[in-house]
């Protein structure tokens, strides 16, 4: 036997003890209603997602290498764009996108003071790159229902100063992108998407997060597909590219693959002139941008790689589980408001997501405690007004008309799990918990 056999044999051996493994391990355990916890989200996964880390970690390159560049290939055919730069967590993701704004090897960008729209009702680090960038975020309301900004609204609301739109797909749904892209069209603004609770989910057949110059993905295990933590940042604009992955690897100039160690993918590394630096410096050492190091490891790839070959089953499961809770609580219209897609969009739900009308019956507490004493769990749509959170209480910022709908959501909104492992037996166990509650509390 060859050394290569040798090694093949080994790997083999590995990965079919991986499966006996998973297999002892982490199989579901059955479920037993009442007694086990109904999850609002969490990694979906096989052996396959084991094996394919084990073999990054035989490989042993650790960080960025040709899994990474593999799985930055594949997410941009999937999501049909040009360019996917992968970061260690969408937090990340999103402070390269609004950090490449303000670059100055950006043509069109941003200055200091400048303002970005983007709704008061958010995930604290998709506003907390405005700030940290010196730009103003330009605060929306956000309708009830489908939680999304109004482009109507964003129209009355932007000034001379406006520059940007950075949107959140919120819980996966998507609004009106045509109405979006036309606004940003017409005023020159620049259109961001926060796809990272809407990977999978369409407007008109095209994916979430192919519309904007800029969209970002976050691949932490509550989300669509995992890699432990991490995220990317997709593009069509080959400038931007660089830009983003010069500020994700310490804000170095240089863009050569790691297999092309010695003279560089430019074949100039000690030929180039930079200013005051001596003629000749290596490329590998320039540093065009203040930058920051957001690398992911190339395992967290590897196993995205087999993520993403599950995704249109996800995308699948999701929407069937979906479409049961919505169906089993329209009887309940009177109390609750169930969630609306936004117009021609086939959201990939990150959740079920729903308000508490007012009523003399019954609270948002009341049934999110009675929802908590039968196991299953349930989140809040992440910091509701952020303008409340501690830490946003004094930011320089505008808000354009009122914030009712955002407070609102903040007082009765709350969701429950739709992803892949909540099996049919589950979600009818949370569907009759529903049922059980309504009996019990309205006469
Ligand atoms: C809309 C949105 N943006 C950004 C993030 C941040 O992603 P990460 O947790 O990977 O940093 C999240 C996280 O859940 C999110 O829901």
Not at 233 to 249: C, E, F, P, Q, Y
Not at 413 to 421: H, L, R
């Amino acid at each position: 036997m060859t050394e290569k056999q040798n090694k093949e044999e080994i790997r083999k051996e590995i990965n079919s003890l991986i499966e006996k493994y998973y297999a002892l391990e982490h199989k579901p355990d059955r479920f037993v209603a009442g007694q086990s916890i109904v999850h609002y989200a969490g990694r979906v996964f096989d052996e396959k997602e084991m094996q394919a880390a084990s073999g990054a970690i035989l490989d042993f390159w650790l960080t960025y290498g040709k899994e990474s560049q593999a799985f930055e290939r594949e997410l941009a055919d999937y999501l049909g764009r040009k360019h996917v730069v992968l970061v260690n967590s969408g937090s990340s993701a999103n402070l390269l996108a609004i950090s490449a704004l303000v670059s100055e090897d950006f043509k069109d960008r941003l200055s200091p003071g400048d303002e970005v729209v983007t709704p008061a009702l958010t995930f604290p680090t998709t506003l907390a790159p405005i700030i940290q960038n010196g730009l103003v975020p330009l605060f929306l309301d956000v309708e009830c229902g489908t939680y999304l900004m109004d482009v109507n609204l964003i129209e009355k609301a932007i000034s001379k100063k406006t520059k940007a739109v950075f949107i959140p797909h919120t819980l996966g749904n998507v609004g009106d992108m045509d109405a979006l892209a036309a606004l940003c069209e017409k005023h020159g603004l620049h259109l961001i998407e926060d796809t990272c609770d809407a990977l999978g989910s369409t407007y008109k057949g095209k994916k979430a997060g192919s519309f904007g110059l800029i969209s970002t993905f976050s691949f932490y295990p509550a989300h669509h597909i995992t890699l432990g933590e991490g995220g990317a940042v997709a593009t069509d604009n080959g400038k931007l590219r660089k830009i983003i992955a010069s500020l994700r690897d310490w804000g170095r100039d240089c863009f050569c693959k790691p297999e092309s160690p010695l003279n560089g993918e430019c074949n100039k590394r000690f030929e180039q002139s930079w200013g005051d630096l001596p003629k000749g410096y290596d490329h590998k050492y320039v540093y065009t941008h203040i930058g920051y190091n957001l690398k992911a490891l190339d395992v967290q790839a590897a196993i995205g790689r087999e993520q993403l070959k599950k995704l249109p089953d996800f995308t699948d499961k999701r929407k069937t589980n979906f479409r049961r809770i919505y169906d089993a609580l329209t009887p309940y219209l009177d109390y609750l408001i169930l969630p609306k897609a936004g117009e021609n969009a086939d959201p990939s739900w990150f959740t079920f997501i729903i308000s508490v009308k007012p009523n003399k019956y019954f609270t948002r507490e009341i049934l999110v405690n009675y929802l908590k004493e039968n196991k299953i769990e349930t989140r809040m749509l992440f910091s509701g007004n952020i303008l409340k959170q501690p830490a946003y209480r004094n930011i320089d910022c505008r808000v354009y008309g009122t914030l009712d709908n955002t407070d609102f959501v903040m007082e009765n909104t709350f969701f429950v799990g739709v992803f892949p492992n909540l099996t049919a037996e589950i979600m009818d166990y949370m569907i009759h918990t529903f049922q059980k509650f309504f009996e019990q509390t309205i006469n």
